[in-house]
């Protein structure tokens, strides 16, 4: 007998109906269209991104494939890799953009209470960028240098759950500090950033907004001890200090004092400087929340290798957006369903059982009641990276 619902189906249930809709109406994406909505370009990608296809081709032979199936998955239009390319370029990427920001707001209150390894009431979020190359010849739009082309994707990751709270796409040249200038900084929350953002001028903006942040001192980073505190060195911390920038412009754009922290790892030896303006964690937490920093940087390899933003399906600024933003959208969709379900599975073994079960019709937990738990319920990216040194970046 013919019952129940394709996984597939099951998966886009968690997709809110009404702000998808609020999404496409806010710019109009199913405007003139006749047969090929905003609705099934979704379905279109989110099944390309889930099953790994690589090419307009590859997704079209996919789907025809499975034609009997395709009004159960919710399409409702003719998928063709011509209607399916000239949506990618012609429907405002906001769109996904937007549905991808309120997913993210689904997720990160389901995952509001995880841990992720260091005892903290508040927010913490890590920021970073990574560039993704394109050809030059293909993408004369994203000019990077003089045989190469790229965009960057500036990301904003809660550490509780890896959820990305902000995700910026910027030409490949602009450089990552000035993406401090676009966070909304949230009072009480911690940022914990790479010495690339070292600029004191927007560091004491986030301390006059009431919030925290963590970085790595510069070589030439010229401080002066005002205070010590005592500290735990079979820990690996040498120093807790209160300090003051001496130099005369960093003076004038950080007044006030700093804490500085250093810490040896003692796996490889490195000594490390961290400099902070919480005055109340413990000296070990903030090399411990700096650490925490390296998720963003797993989480960067994570959808570069599991979900298709390398490969794009389409030369023009619009479908490049569109990928993206969508992979962002269904990579948290997956977070979600994970989370709703109480899916023990990590999200990358998660991802591998769908896109071999998406035609099957069983409940989603059934298709994983076969597989051994993880004993980590948060969202796992790291056990299937191999992880660098500690302090490495």
């Known amino acids: 007998m013919n019952t129940g619902k394709l996984i597939f189906a099951q998966l886009m249930q968690h997709v809110p109906a009404w702000q998808f809709q609020e999404c496409v109406s806010r710019y109009q994406g199913d405007r003139y269209v006749k047969s090929f909505s905003c609705r099934d370009q979704f379905l279109a990608m989110a099944f390309a991104q889930l099953t790994g296809r690589e090419s307009l081709r590859d997704i079209e032979a996919c789907l025809r494939a499975q034609n009997k199936k395709l ?23 906001r769109i996904w953009q937007d549905l991808a920001l309120c997913l993210i707001a689904v997720a990160r209150k389901l995952y509001a209470g995880e841990d992720f390894g260091v005892e903290l009431e508040g927010t913490a979020y890590a920021l970073d960028a990574t560039t993704i190359e394109l050809c030059l010849s293909l993408f ?22 890896n959820i990305p709270t902000l995700a910026l796409i910027t030409p490949a040249t602009t450089h990552e500090v000035n993406m401090m200038d676009r966070v909304c900084t949230e009072a009480g929350a911690i940022y914990i950033v790479d010495r690339g953002y070292l600029d004191f001028a927007r560091l004491w903006r986030i301390k006059l907004r009431q919030a925290f942040f963590v970085t790595r001192a510069k070589s030439n980073t010229q401080t002066r001890r005002v205070a010590s505190r005592p500290v735990d060195k079979s820990a690996g911390l040498i120093c807790d200090q209160e300090v003051v920038l001496t130099v005369a412009g960093s003076r004038q754009d950080y007044p006030e004092r700093l804490r500085r922290v250093v810490y040896v790892d003692p796996q490889h030896g490195k000594r490390y400087v961290f400099l902070t303006n919480h005055f109340e964690l413990p000296a070990l937490s903030i090399a411990l929340l700096y650490k925490c920093r390296w998720q963003v940087e797993l989480f960067f390899k994570w959808i570069k290798q599991h979900l298709r933003i390398k ?15 969508i ?4 990579y948290v969709l997956v977070a979600i369903v994970k989370k709703r379900l109480e899916l023990r599975p990590s999200l990358y073994t998660i991802l591998q059982v769908l896109g071999l079960t998406l035609f099957e019709k069983i409940p989603i937990k059934m298709a994983f009641s076969g597989i051994q738990d993880d004993d980590n319920d948060s969202i796992d990216i790291q056990n299937h990276l191999e992880q660098p040194d500690l302090f490495e970046f």
């Open 311 to 325: 490969a794009f399906l389409g030369a023009s600024d619009n479908a490049v957006r569109t990928q993206i933003w």
């Open 140 to 161: 004369r739009w994203a000019s990077f240098r003089s045989a190469k082309g790229g965009i960057k994707m500036h990301t904003l990751l809660d550490l509780r759950g």
């Open 71 to 93: 009004y159960h998955m919710g399409l409702r239009g003719r998928v063709s890799r011509n209607t399916l390319s000239h949506a990618n370029m012609q429907r405002d990427w």
């Open 327 to 330: 992979a962002i959208g269904v």
